[in-house]
């Protein structure tokens, strides 16, 4: 800690220098740690000079000699960040340090740890989710592609300070878009800010922001369009010079007769909101008449009332577009009088009366509620930990009765069911909440999901079955020799991974049986003597209507063995020599046609032999197992596939006697463990003071791994005896 301390006293002021040279070249000076205090000291009593500092400063140093698209040094951005988050919106000192790092994590070496350790988790929180917002990449323009990019931006946003920064990031990015060289790139982000950045600013309030992004994002996606409206409205201004000026001097006057003191201005619509109404009300820019809107800004909510009584007394009104936004605001919090009214020249003139608060809460929305009145910070900083903020912001957005809103009730309803996450490229992808990775990769495509074997969540390789967290980045790893298996069923979350899941061990399934009831057909033929062929098994007289469903009921064990046998003794006749043969059990998936019998566990390398039950399949027993005295007629005889490379491992259980010590158990597992194998379980059977009788499952590779391990186990001191049981 103090060692990085010293370090930035020691290159701050070479940099300090350095960028000072750099920018007076500029055009426009960075904004200095001194000044950016200055102005934060003149709303926030609570500042923390310090720390406003050295965040300046180690942002300055993080970024370095990085440069942004224009030539300018990187750290010129986030100074500009920070500029936006205290000069336009007034917010607390920590929000403007998030801003100054916002881009640290994402763009440096810095790591969340450092920037924990120095600045404390608030800070280093905020500035991550900023860094996990700039990880989408929208590309697509389409409505339901941008509900779900805007309701991503809502879930990970925990403190709405993070969208505040995120938009004061975009809004500077914006500024300064034009020194992007590559078009694409310039539309792309041109084209994500008009559909997701404008409608949350908007959504929060903040139409400052809201008109500026969107302005420029208009004009790169329509420069024709752009220019046209601008042309047009510097020709209504034009034809009549004083318009503006005149009507202002008018309101000005008739409000002074009643002495109702106010300010006023006029304020021409921007060419992005004239294009929007255009194209809204299909019409064209003449049929527009409240390009210019005036703004008469009194002191309290009774003048207001006053103001607009003396307004439509002295002007004509236009019916039916009077609205009082203070009496019912708009859900987000937007307060104010709206009227139409014929002005100076028989021109419609639209008229916004509000108080100076409820201008601010229009112009920066939610950032307002940041603002401090009489030293009091309005929404306590505590409240930020309850999620307060985001909750009111869903409020806002879930109660909006816009027609313009994206986000209707029922969807918000499932928005809290909901994850969202990125694929390598950046492309979001929305889940249930609880999804994994296998249906992450089922939702991308069913050839991805099948072939799963591995996920790997923020890079790092994580168990197929992890649930997945809002923003993370989301990598699929395929084998071709992977097939999806039955237990996948148990934590997967989607329709779709359960279907195809399903689907593919059920025809998993068929072919198992099948191939197990031709390879027991054959067995059948060579055991009898008779040269194999599909014509001699006449499968009309097992009721079935195909060789294939005969092959399926005879893997199942539903074809009677001995019948089989006299049907192919009628087609002979006579000299039957019953042959030695067996089946092998290559290629058989282990559980769905071919099972290991959990009585004796047979593992590779040991006697074996096969009983075929009714729609169970084939059970491999050893030879010596107990159970076999039972059963008859119905033995297969089968062999392990020896030349298997596959490394498969089988599950064996060992009784072992050992001393009562108290290093006995350590030593057994040592053993255990420096052969290779694996301990799945371990249980105590008896305990005397001499003795533990101990059973232990191990998962082994063959019966000669076995073998090794009981040699090991029985040359330890402490072992008494070892038996496979
Ligand atoms: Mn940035």
């Not at 010129?76 to 403007?96: F, G, K």
């Not at 924990?116 to 990449?137: N, Q, R, Y």
């Not at 505040?164 to 041109?190: G, H």
Request: net charge neutral.
């Amino acid at each position: 800690m103090s060692l990085i301390k010293h370090f930035l006293i020691i290159f701050s002021t070479n940099t300090l220098i350095a960028c000072y040279i750099k920018l007076s070249f500029c055009g426009r000076f960075m904004l200095t740690s001194s000044e950016l205090i200055q102005a934060i000291q003149k709303y926030d009593p609570n500042l923390n000079v310090d720390l406003v500092r050295k965040a300046y400063i180690f942002s300055m140093e993080a970024h370095g000699m990085q440069k942004r698209a224009s030539g300018s040094p990187y750290f010129y951005h986030p100074a500009e960040v920070a500029r936006i988050l205290t000069e336009q919106l007034h917010m607390d000192y920590t929000t403007v340090i998030v801003g100054l790092l916002h881009d640290v994590l994402e763009d440096t070496n810095v790591g969340f740890e450092e920037l924990e350790e120095i600045f404390g988790s608030e800070i280093a929180f905020l500035v991550e989710g900023v860094t996990k917002l700039s990880h989408i990449k929208y590309t697509s323009s389409q409505v339901k592609q941008s509900e779900s990019y805007q309701k991503f931006i809502i879930a990970v946003t925990h403190d709405i300070r993070v969208l505040i920064v995120k938009l004061a990031d975009r809004l500077q990015n914006m500024r300064t878009l034009s020194y992007i060289k590559s078009e694409e790139k310039r539309r792309r982000i041109a084209i994500e800010t008009l559909d997701l950045y404008a409608p949350l600013a908007e959504r929060i309030g903040m139409n400052g922001i809201k008109d500026e992004i969107a302005d420029i994002a208009f004009f790169t996606l329509h420069p024709n369009e752009y220019r046209a409206i601008s042309t047009k409205l510097e020709h209504i201004r034009n034809q009549d010079n004083n318009f503006v000026q005149n009507t202002i001097l008018e309101l000005q006057k008739v409000l002074s007769k009643d002495e109702i003191p106010c300010s006023i201005n006029g304020r021409e619509k921007t060419p992005y909101s004239i294009w929007k109404k255009m194209q809204k009300r299909n019409i064209g820019l003449d049929q527009i008449y409240d390009i210019i809107a005036f703004r008469i800004i009194v002191q309290s909510v009774k003048e207001c009332y006053a103001a607009l009584g003396v307004v439509h007394t002295n002007f004509r009104i236009i019916p039916g577009r009077f609205k009082d936004y203070i009496s019912i605001p708009k859900l987000n919090n937007y307060r104010s009088l709206h009227t139409t009214v014929i002005g100076t020249g028989n021109q419609p003139i639209e008229i916004q009366i509000r108080t100076e608060d409820m201008h601010r809460m229009a112009e920066e929305g939610i950032a307002a509620h940041w603002s401090y009145k009489n030293g009091d910070l309005i929404g306590k900083v505590g409240e930020t930990q309850n999620y307060a903020w985001l909750k009111r912001l869903i409020a806002i957005i879930k109660n909006s009765p816009d027609p313009y809103e994206v986000l209707d009730n029922s969807k918000l309803e499932m928005f809290d069911d909901e994850v969202f996450c990125f694929t390598s490229k950046g492309d979001l992808i929305t889940l249930p909440k609880g999804a994994t990775g296998v249906d992450f990769a089922y939702e991308i495509h069913t050839d991805l999901g099948n072939t799963c074997i591995g996920v790997r969540i923020n890079g790092k390789l994580v168990p197929l079955k992890t649930v997945l967290k809002n923003g993370d980045r989301v990598d699929i790893i395929t084998s071709p020799y992977q097939h999806p298996e039955a237990t996948w069923e148990d934590f997967v979350v989607t329709g779709k991974a359960r279907s195809c899941i399903r689907k593919f061990v059920k025809s998993q399934e068929k072919g198992e049986f099948i191939s197990l009831g031709f390879q027991l057909s054959r067995y059948i033929f060579a055991e009898m003597n008779i040269q194999f062929s599909e014509d001699l098994i006449l499968y009309e007289k097992f009721c079935c209507d195909s060789l294939t469903k005969f092959y399926y009921n005879m893997g199942k064990g539903l074809i009677p063995l001995k019948l089989f046998r006299s049907t192919l003794l009628n087609i002979e006749g006579n000299n039957i020599t019953f042959n030695d043969t067996s089946i092998c059990l290559i290629d058989f998936i282990p559980d769905i046609a071919v099972h290991f019998s959990k009585c004796c566990c047979p593992i590779l390398g040991d006697k074996i032999i096969g009983i075929l039950q009714a729609n169970k399949g084939l059970i491999i027993h050893q030879t010596t197992c107990r159970s076999m005295e039972e059963s008859c007629e119905a033995f297969i005889r089968v062999k392990w596939n020896q030349d298997d490379n596959i490394e498969t491992s089988f599950m064996a259980r060992l009784q072992i006697i050992m001393l009562n010590h108290k290093d006995s158990f350590a030593a057994i597992t040592n053993i255990i463990s420096s052969n290779n194998a694996n301990i799945s379980n371990l249980k105590i059977e008896h305990r005397t003071t001499e003795f533990f009788s101990l059973l232990v499952d191990i998962s082994v590779t063959d019966i000669a791994h076995l073998g090794e391990i009981q040699a090991a186990l029985r040359a330890c001191s402490k072992v008494k005896s070892v038996k496979r049981l």
